[in-house]
């Protein structure tokens, strides 16, 4: 089993539709969870962290689930400007690496 | 806002040459790492370090690749005789209180 698995998608919606995006992960010990965006060609810049009380951060909400090692995203009124690949990103605790998973393609369309 | 830089932006050499990819990281940051990314597929560690060590690495961190912490400010990975494979992007990180600050990347092309 893949350390964090997500569906690549793409998942192409139109625009100011509501899109979620999931994510497991194998480890039961790891600690911190995020959520990444990467544009074509560029550096994964982060969006959000991943709290178990799930957080919100304007269109976007974020939950964690323990129990079931699941993570997910869940964005708003999607944007022309939410096109982008979003990748979810596990950390085993403190300042050790963190994992990437494949990433999920979005494209928002007009 | 404090952002973490990479030199050289595209890096473009032959198969079995050496290249240095250079990292400067957020200043008061203290653990550095190296991922690499090839077209089209996820991002993948290669090397943790701290306090002028590693302190992880992976299996693609073979003994082609070193890192180094020349100087105050710049972090460096070399690859000592580059292969067709090590074409990918090279993205440099630091480690900030929650979260780790990633540079822009250096895409390295071995013909």
């Known amino acids: 089993r893949k350390e964090v698995e997500q569906d690549p998608g793409p998942f192409n919606v139109p625009e100011g539709a509501t899109v979620a995006f999931n994510c497991t992960y194998s480890?039961?010990?790891?600690?911190?969870f995020f959520w990444y965006r990467q544009d074509c060609r560029k550096e994964p810049k982060l969006l959000m962290s991943v709290y178990s009380s799930g957080n919100e951060d304007g269109r976007f909400t974020a939950q964690l689930n323990r129990a079931s090692q699941y993570i997910s995203l869940l964005i708003r009124d999607s944007k022309l400007s939410d096109s982008a690949t979003y990748l979810c990103?596990?950390?085993?605790?403190?300042?050790?690496?963190?994992?990437f998973g494949t990433g999920t393609k979005l494209q928002v369309i007009p | 806002e404090p952002e973490v830089t990479q030199t050289p932006s595209h890096q473009v050499t032959q198969m079995g040459q050496e290249v240095i990819l250079r990292c400067v990281p957020i200043?008061?940051?203290?653990?550095f790492y190296w991922y690499r990314q090839i077209l089209g597929q996820k991002v993948e560690f290669l090397v943790s370090?701290?306090?002028?060590?590693?302190?992880?690495k992976s299996e693609i961190f073979d003994d082609q690749f070193s890192v180094e912490r020349p100087d105050g400010s710049n972090f460096t990975l070399k690859i000592r005789s580059t292969k067709l494979e090590d074409s990918a992007m090279y993205f440099c990180a630091s480690q900030g209180p929650n979260e780790q600050f990633f540079g822009p990347g250096t895409r390295l092309t071995v013909l």
């Open positions: 990103v596990v950390n085993r605790g403190g300042y050790q690496k963190v994992t």
């Open positions: 480890n039961s010990a790891s600690q911190s």
């Open positions: 370090f701290y306090n002028n060590e590693i302190s992880e």
């Open positions: 200043s008061n940051h203290l653990y």
